[in-house]
């Protein structure tokens, strides 16, 4: 049984309807739909009665969310019990970063974790911030760097990093006079936009679609990295967060307004052990990121 959709009908349940719970859990509202429906069809008999506004437990309901709760904590409990079993875990790290952070500062993060965990294994996964979050919550990795959703996830504990916020920046060949964005100009440029299904392709369809700009035909880059390596060779503007911005001089930055703002985070999951070792991996990152 997949603990983890036991925790999606936990989260319907107190969030009294699905969309909710969807946004909560942070996966769409269609999937966790079919997911239920999956469930009901196998006991033949609905968990809630659907209401317009809010949805009410059925009997059976109550009696598999009850099952449901005992399962997650024996998962919990499980997982402590294991990590304080002598070399389970206690030499390992299992990471997940997201292409921005990776690409400005894996290197210092590696240098710093060899220099100061010399015995340590540290198993490094190179992750959208979208996906980084689901390894979180399916146990694939026990900490991540992370972009932070707009509505914190309740499974997951996050610890602000630093602030980013996206700028526009334009090949040097296609800039404008000025420090301000020309709508009028920017819309005729070719753009790339980050790939959808992504932290960063949701935050910039959101702008542009909140300014009423849609690009027919725009090139596409898989991360923030790429996208930053299509603008610096001339192929159009883009949206990436300011930091990244400094590694280059081939474009001019513009900041957008209103600004667009987000954490960068380092985030565990509540069912985690936080071990010492664990607790001073995050410690030291969030020194090393918060100086920047």
């Not at 911030?129 to 996050?158: F, I, K, M, N, Q």
């Not at 440029?189 to 959808?196: I, N």
């Not at 909140?210 to 603008?231: C, H, M, T, W």
């Not at 703002?261 to 509540?270: G, H, P, Q, T």
Request: include cysteine; charge should be negative; glycine fraction near 8%.
């Amino acid at each position: 049984m997949d603990v983890r959709m036991l925790e999606y009908i936990v989260a319907i349940e107190e969030e009294g309807n699905l969309s909710r719970a969807a946004e909560r859990i942070h996966i769409s509202q269609s999937a966790l739909s079919q997911n239920l429906a999956k469930i009901e069809s196998e006991l033949g008999t609905p968990l809630f009665l659907r209401g317009r506004k809010h949805w009410v437990t059925t009997e059976v309901g109550k009696c598999y969310l009850t099952g449901a709760r005992e399962l997650i904590r024996i998962k919990r409990e499980t997982y402590e019990a294991l990590s304080d079993l002598p070399g389970v875990g206690s030499d390992a790290i299992r990471l997940a970063i997201c292409p921005q952070v990776y690409t400005l500062y894996s290197g210092a993060i590696f240098s710093v974790m060899k220099e100061t965990f010399p015995d340590l294994r540290l198993d490094v996964y190179r992750a959208d911030s979208l996906l980084g979050r689901e390894y979180l919550l399916d146990d694939t990795v026990d900490a991540a760097v992370l972009c932070a959703s707009p509505v914190a996830h309740r499974l997951l504990e996050e610890t602000p990093l630093y602030r980013e916020q996206l700028v526009l920046v334009v090949p040097t060949t296609m800039a404008w006079e000025g420090e301000e964005v020309d709508m009028d100009r920017l819309s005729r440029l070719p753009f790339v936009m980050p790939s959808p299904g992504t932290h960063l392709g949701g935050l910039v369809e959101e702008v542009l679609v909140g300014k009423g700009i849609r690009f027919g035909n725009p090139y596409q880059a898989e991360d923030s990295e790429g996208i930053r390596l299509l603008v610096e060779k001339g192929y159009g503007a883009a949206l990436l967060p300011r930091r990244l911005t400094g590694l280059s001089e081939e474009y001019k930055l513009y900041p957008w307004e209103p600004s667009v703002e987000y954490d960068v985070v380092w985030a565990v999951s509540r069912y985690t052990q936080k071990t010492g070792t664990l607790e001073q991996v995050g410690s030291l990152l969030c020194s090393l990121l918060a100086k920047g």
